[in-house]
């Protein structure tokens, strides 16, 4: 039967292919990425793309609010690179390491997609300083890949599920439309040497049994944890046996005598390697029967089908539980290849004497929910999580393609396959984005289904505007009828109203002052000028126009960093301020007084003196000035429209006169005498004949 069974896998493959496409993965950071190996040139480029495509599909997971989050407590993956940062006494804290090495803030490397990246760049980056590592390929790097790892050592089953990370990185390096897709070089790593023959054989084979003491393939081909290993004993699996058969040694329990009846459907919220690893751990107190890897379609199986998984809450003791990579959220996980391969293992238990029949396979349209909005009668022997009673997760979720499984198990007619996901081709967050369809194969077509997955013809275009943030649905139909949908999450940034216009001051001269509203939460409002634009240099409460003019105040959302459509304007009349007077000339030096002369006043303005301070006195526009005494002088305009210029000053020294000098002298020598003294800091010189008579002076 098995060997029979081998062969209609190989023409089921054959057969399907045609009527599923895979979906690509959109790598929305490539900017980020490059930078990335600017800063770190002596990262072999295409390593941080393969890390994140086998960890995230380039998504940038945060698990915010109301995200779908793994049925079987996986440790939570964080940002674009897929960091773990609680890995619950069982994985690595990778996260914390990246942090440390980079210097990085934890709470920047969750929440900030470019930093994600660039940290986990730094930090390889450091730890390849730190090394002896000479070589410059990928795969000479390989110490570095599982530093960083969130995969823990140990056994025989962690170092598979490591290398199996590992695998699936190297595997997309050598691929050649990713190195033309994400503009990496054209690697040709050869696996063998890498991960050894017999290794290599298990980590690339469809099927892997993998018991506590040995890791085989559907061959015999046997997994050892070192080249140096002497090899393990063989232990082949009795119910699927192409399946790696790798248990977990703990995580299970006896069916209690409670016949199989069922197979869920599930997903894992993570990685294949990482699932394989987590079943490992006892504290996890989780297990499903067998896991497939998204690439190829590889399976593994962790628990015998006759033992009792633990998966699927009350429903565990008559179920079959199958776990598949990936995140319900990004349907490029859904492979054709993941498909056939558990396609083909729930066909060949449907075949094992269960009375599970092909036809019991739910063949209806996706959906989004727990089981209050998707449950499914009990007569539907193989579904999802999600479709049992008193589930609260959501797996396999939207993105799961029913009719296309269902004709794997049934050996039916092609069913309609779903479009390739949107891609978002416009680069604007605020407001709106703009979201493309490819072009379908010749007798189907696209529709646009809105916010929820249903079955309207309105809009076949190719592109297709939203407003609002959600998950938008794309189905396609033909001849066979639909398909299930593929989605894009798009996040859209709310515009902010625009401000209400500011107030004025009452009409001054030479500026006004004008004040702003108070802003809603979570927004900025911004002076711009005289022009509406997106400066943010001055948020103040007020604002000073210098001169007449429109001036525009604006909105921005601080989370988003949207504006406002339009600008509010006010119009502003500032009366101009007189030009301070030239400097009044002034008389020559004399004693006890100076004059001043002010100079013609422009057309519409008046010269005041103001005395010996700056003040807005209007009793003296006289020509002239006299100022008996020392000191600083002031002359102000006044303009027509009663405005002052700034007051223009002159210093002024004043010599003071002396008193008259009367000198007596009687009868002497008739010989001259001078004599000299100061006064009032004058020099003054009296000239004195002796012998003539009384003078004078």
């Known amino acids: 039967m098995k060997k029979y069974l081998l062969f209609i896998l190989s023409v089921g493959l054959f057969h399907f292919s045609f009527s599923q496409v895979d979906i690509p993965a959109v790598n929305n950071y490539q900017a980020q990425f490059n930078q990335a190996y600017i800063s770190y040139p002596q990262i ?328 209050g909005t998707c449950q499914l009668a009990n007569a539907i022997r193989i579904k999802g999580h999600q479709h049992y009673s008193s589930q609260s997760h959501t797996d396999p979720g939207i993105n799961w393609n029913w009719p296309y499984y269902y004709c794997i198990i049934n050996n039916c007619n092609n069913p309609t396959p779903p479009p390739p996901a949107p891609t978002i081709t416009s680069s604007n967050t605020c407001g709106n984005k703009t979201i493309t369809r490819a072009s379908p194969p010749s007798g189907t077509t696209y529709y646009w289904q809105g916010t929820s997955c249903g079955t309207s013809v309105a809009n076949s275009a190719v592109n297709y505007t939203v407003t609002s943030s959600g998950t938008y649905y794309l189905r396609a139909k033909n001849s066979n009828g639909w398909s299930t949908c593929s989605s894009k999450i798009v996040t859209i940034n709310d515009i902010p109203n625009d401000p209400p216009a500011p107030t004025t001051t009452t009409n001054p001269c030479g500026s006004q002052t004008l004040t702003r509203g108070t802003p809603p939460a979570g927004v900025t409002f911004y002076w711009q000028g005289t022009s509406c634009g997106t400066n943010t240099a001055s948020s103040a409460l007020t604002y000073t126009a210098p001169s007449s003019g429109t001036y525009r105040l604006r909105a921005r959302e601080n989370s988003g960093g949207c504006w406002s459509n339009a600008c509010s304007s006010v119009a502003v009349t500032v009366t101009p301020t007189p030009i301070t007077p030239p400097v009044p000339t002034s008389s020559t030096n004399s004693c006890g007084s100076i004059t001043l002369t002010m100079p013609n006043a422009p057309s519409g303005e008046t010269y005041y003196w103001q005395g010996s301070s700056c003040g807005v006195n209007t009793t003296d526009a006289s020509s002239t000035f006299i100022a008996t005494a020392s000191g600083t002088y002031y002359l102000r305009s006044l303009s027509s429209q009663g405005c002052w210029s700034n007051c223009r000053s002159i210093a002024v020294s004043i010599i003071d006169c002396p008193e008259n000098l009367i000198v007596s002298f009687g009868p002497c020598s008739p010989s001259m005498v001078n004599f000299s003294w100061i006064n009032s800091n004058v020099n003054w010189i009296l000239q004195v004949s002796l012998d003539s008579a009384f003078n004078s002076y």
């Open 44 to 371: 072999p480029r295409g390593v941080l793309e393969a890390v994140s495509f086998c960890n995230t599909r380039f998504d940038h997971i945060t698990h915010n609010v109301g995200n779908h989050e793994s049925c079987i407590e996986l440790p939570k993956a964080y940002g674009v690179m897929g960091l773990t940062l609680d890995g619950k006494h069982y994985f690595r804290n990778n996260l914390e390491l990246v942090s440390q090495l980079s210097g990085f803030q934890i709470a920047d490397i969750i929440n900030d997609p470019g930093a994600n990246i660039s940290a986990y760049a730094k930090a390889y980056a450091s730890l390849l300083s730190q090394s002896t590592t000479s070589g410059t390929s990928p795969e000479s790097q390989i110490s570095i890949l599982i530093a960083l790892s969130e995969l823990p050592d140990g056994d025989l089953q962690n170092d598979f599920a490591l290398n199996s990370q590992l695998y699936s990185i190297f595997t997309f390096l050598n691929n050649k439309e990713y190195q033309v897709s994400f503009s990496f070089p054209e690697y040709t790593i050869n696996l063998v040497n890498v991960f050894g023959e017999a290794n290599f054989k298990i980590l690339s084979s469809p099927h892997v049994s993998i018991s506590e003491g040995s890791i085989i393939d559907q061959n015999g081909n046997q997994y050892q944890k070192s080249l140096n290993s002497p090899p393990p004993p063989t232990v082949q699996s009795t119910d699927f046996g192409p399946a790696i058969w790798n248990p977990t040694t703990c995580n299970y329990s006896s069916r209690g005598g409670t016949s199989v009846s069922a197979i869920t459907i599930h997903t894992v919220q993570g990685s294949y390697a990482g699932c394989i690893s987590w079943f490992k751990n006892c504290n996890a107190s989780v297990s499903a029967h067998y896991v497939a890897r998204s690439s190829d379609g590889q399976i593994t199986q962790m628990v015998r089908e006759n033992q009792k998984g633990w998966h699927v809450g009350n429903h565990n003791p008559y179920t079959i539980g199958i776990e598949h990579e990936g995140y319900i959220n990004n349907s490029s996980w859904y492979t054709v290849a993941m498909y056939t391969g558990s396609g083909n293992l729930s066909k060949d238990i449907t075949q094992s004497g269960y009375g599970i029949l092909p036809t019991s396979c739910y063949n209806g349209p996706s959906c989004n929910g727990g089981s």
